[in-house]
């Protein structure tokens, strides 16, 4: 199979080849340690060694939830909130071959009027649910579960309900651990060495993208065959040092902003998640890159102009997806003037590609620099490949720059503030 690949043409003007070799030069030590960290680094680097959040008795009893949920739920209900959902909800949005069982997402927001829709959505169908917390502690996915328990319990019984619920949380007997077992839930391992943002190769994901009939083995073996390569690539050739080097470069020359750019619509989840992952990570201590992303070439007609034209400090990072997976001829319309005749023949995956081509070309001639990562298709293989290279790029990126990429001191901030006005009674 066929890896990634990172195309740095585009933004040599700004950063040459050279000035990437000797920052990596700089370091090497330092990066070669990234590459290996040892046990002592590794408090959240859990995630680092794929099979070592999922071993195969997990991935089996993964397996085998997820087909009971399939044979027997109209309606699944993902709730969590974050990292909790972000990854899977990429995998599902872009990859569900048919829609079955409907997922619905919750805990994700504090609106009644969404949470009344989807109250509405489920009544009187076979629902069956996940809720996910590292720490249960977080208001929106935990009060959700409140409504949505006590949903389910009065429209199964408690007992059947219980059998319909699955809570993934910290092993380490967490309250949403001993709430499971009070209730006689089943219950999923949240890596205490993980964090919600890179958790989506653990049960966290794993177990709704099982649900939505997306392989999680090509998933985790994507995953795993891009660990070997960055295990195996000469330094100067490894793409998540390249790729997190040549960010740290730029904003050094002062491109704040990464607009990660995608021809794709399936994406805008994976995007999502993506914008979480490097804006939680790095922004801190009144630094980091601004992670925003655009679905193009729908978004070329509203941000397009800001980026050719506008404050020279946004720089892109563009997926290309190389097999799209569909094509569409365009059909000759004779006798009908439409002036679209030049098109007669030609097939919308053609209009796609050129169009990024076109996209790319302007925008780097406009000063903006850019990156391509090249994806030979959309695919659970090569999903796996992207969500383990970015987070081990993020982690490259994010120590270079000198912060925690692990913490989230901002995100707690809000929280504090939240329950500070709630009026929460401390646990005892």
Known sequence: MKPLTLDYSNMLAHVTEKDLEAAIAGQRTRLEGLLDPP??????????????????????????????????????LLIGVGGSNQGARAVIKALQPDGIPEILYAGNNLSPRYLERILAQIRGRSVYANVIAKNFA????????????QFMEAAYGKEAAAARIIAT???????????????????????????????????VGLLPIAVSGVPIQELLQGARDMARLLKTQPLTENIAVRYGVARNLLLAKRFRLEILAYFEPLLKYFAKWWVQLFGESEGKDGTGIFPAACSFSEDLHALGQYIQDGRKMIFETFINLEEPGARLPIPADHGTA????????KDFTDLNKIAFEATVRAHVAGGVPALILNVPALTPYYLGQLFYFFEYACYISATILGVNPFDQPGVEAYKTHMFSQLKRKNNP
Not at 66 to 75: P, S
Not at 171 to 198: I, N, T
Not at 338 to 345: H, S
């Open 39 to 76: 046990a002592a680094q590794s408090e959240m680097l859990g995630w680092v060694n794929v099979d070592g959040c999922t071993g195969a008795a997990l991935v089996s009893r993964i397996t085998e939830t997820a087909r009971e949920i399939r044979e027997n739920a109209e309606v699944f």
């Open 138 to 149: 977080t208001l929106e996915p935990g009060i959700c579960f409140r409504i949505i328990r």
């Open 169 to 203: 949380g910290s092993p380490d007997g967490s309250s949403l651990e001993r709430l499971a077992s009070a209730k006689g839930y089943r219950f999923l391992p949240f890596p205490p060495d993980v964090g919600g943002r890179f958790s989506v190769l653990s049960a």
């Open 338 to 345: 439409d002036g679209f005749d030049y098109l007669d023949g």
